[in-house]
Nanobody, 123 residues
Framework: QVQLVESGGGVVQAGGSLRLSCAASARTSRTYVMGWFRQASGKEREFVACSSRSGSRTYYADSVKGRFTISRDNAKNAVYLQMNNLKPEDTAVYYC????????????????WGQGTPVTVSS
């Protein structure tokens, strides 16, 4: 098990940027696939992005491709989500997730979750 703590959420105007961070309690280098999900009020949690253990492969939801970038710093046991050109529909609580092997959109395949950080995009 690994504990995950997200930070960096806040309120931003449409078109703006935010960078979310996720700090892991355990060594993540080549150990965990890291992902980001989000859940808007009244909606189910949805996949945003994930990164392979080395960071060499990344996958994105169609809704964020070209605007969001997932990256990781295994030396710091951290993963980041750079969000650019934010839209009001990006408003949600963003969650960091980790799994030993799975990198994909199925949330139930991830074993470890953070508590989330809220992002609000105003129009």
């Amino acid at each position: 098990q690994v504990q995950l703590v997200e930070s960096g959420g806040g309120v931003v105007q449409a078109g703006g940027s935010l960078r979310l961070s996720c700090a892991a309690s355990a060594r993540t280098s080549r150990t965990y696939v890291m992902g980001w999900f989000r859940q808007a009020s009244g909606k189910e949690r949805e996949f945003v992005a994930c990164s392979s253990r080395s960071g060499s492969r990344t996958y994105y939801a169609d809704s964020v491709k070209g605007r969001f970038t997932i990256s990781r710093d295994n030396a710091k046991n951290a993963v980041y989500l750079q969000m650019n050109n934010l839209k009001p529909e990006d408003t949600a609580v963003y969650y960091c997730a980790a799994d030993p092997s799975y990198c994909g959109s199925l949330q139930y395949n991830y074993d470890n979750w953070g508590q989330g950080t809220p992002v609000t995009v105003s129009s």
